[in-house]
């Protein structure tokens, strides 16, 4: 999800990851190999926001560039009532396989 064509892209994007990841869980709990392929296949995305130079999650253009000028607490903009420092810190940084 390109940031600013889509408002919150980052957040976004770091939610839908670790809710892939909570799916793969409950179909892991149930034995349900289908689900289980479908969530894995998704529930990484959070690496495409995390940039490695910055060591911060950060919004990415649709040309799949960083955003310029990036400030880690700079409140909004790809993040949801929050900063690059709370969404890297996150929970979803934890998740694992």
Request: aromatic share 20%; charged share 25%.
């Amino acid at each position: 999800m390109p940031y600013p064509n889509y408002r919150e892209s980052t957040a976004k994007t770091l939610e839908y990851a670790y809710d892939d990841w909570c799916g793969y869980q409950l179909a892991k709990m149930t034995g349900n190999k289908y689900y289980m392929d479908v969530f894995a296949r998704q529930m990484y995305n959070y690496k495409n926001v995390y940039n490695p130079a910055t060591r911060f999650m950060q919004g990415k253009g649709a040309d799949g560039q960083w955003t310029k000028d990036f400030d880690p607490i700079e409140w909004g903009g790809p993040f949801t009532e929050g900063n690059s420092w709370h969404y890297t810190r996150s929970v979803f940084r934890i998740h694992r396989v």
